[in-house]
């Protein structure tokens, strides 16, 4: 049975997804001064970004529950698809490439992550590779949907005419390479926050007693 949270709960409960917002949106809008990337987007090639706005998606997404992640993921896509009118990257101005992946990977997050927890007894460890294999995921949904904008962008008559030149465009831009290093960013760095996160906010389900002890 869910337990009815208390009015100070859900009220910290809202700030703490504001902050997250906050972040996704600092990550996603603010240029980092690097032509036209923001400080959230990696330029690798040009119209398209290795992005690390994903980390607080899961960060959130694993510490407030399904619907939260949700609404973090839809925060993602809404800010990726402002973002690439802003600073001209036509492959994601379609709605279904930038936000449609991004509300499927806030959905996956909490139960693919419990998922993990239940065969991998160290909570550092079992966070880790669930962000891994959620970033992977992460990349797999927008690839495939940026096969239909990749098809319009550069005028292909079909999406079988543009197959080909667009495995040719990833692998020319070593999209494949970022991805695993986008994925190995996500664990390290999302399982840490993780397991600090979980201390401050009691969410005993991220912690046992000697993981605390070795970070303390």
């Known amino acids: 049975m869910k337990t009815k949270l208390s009015k100070k709960e859900r009220t910290r409960e809202m ?3 504001a902050m997250f917002i906050a972040i996704i949106a600092l990550l996603g809008l603010v ?3 690097l032509g036209s990337s923001t400080l959230g987007f990696i330029k690798i090639a040009p119209n398209i970004e290795a992005t690390i706005i994903h980390i607080p ?3 959130g997404a694993v510490l407030l529950g399904r619907k939260m992640g949700l609404y973090l993921g ?3 896509g809404v800010i990726a698809n402002i973002a690439a009118f802003i600073y001209a990257s036509p492959f994601f101005v379609y709605p279904w490439v930038a936000i449609i992946p991004r509300l499927i990977f806030g959905l996956l997050i909490y139960d693919v992550t419990r998922l993990f927890l239940k065969f ?7 966070v880790a590779v669930s962000f891994f294999v959620l970033t992977i995921i992460h990349t797999l949904l927008v690839l495939a949907l940026l096969w239909t904008s990749f098809t319009m962008v550069m005028e292909y008559e079909s999406l079988g005419a543009a ?7 990833l692998v020319l831009y070593n999209i494949p390479l970022a991805s695993v290093i986008e994925a190995a960013l996500a664990a390290v760095i999302g399982g840490t926050v993780v397991i600090r996160l979980a201390q401050f906010l009691n969410k005993e389900e ?3 007693k ?3 002890k070795g970070w303390e």
């Not at 991998?120 to 079992?126: R, V």
């Not at 197959?163 to 465009?169: E, G």
């Open 120 to 126: 991998i007894k160290n909570k550092y460890l079992g």
């Open 206 to 208: 991220y912690l046992n």
């Open 210 to 212: 000697e993981e605390i």
């Open 57 to 59: 998606v899961l960060i």
């Open 163 to 169: 197959f080909k030149p667009y495995l040719a465009f």
């Open 31 to 33: 240029p980092s001064g």
């Open 15 to 17: 700030t703490i997804i």
């Open 74 to 76: 839809l925060a993602f």
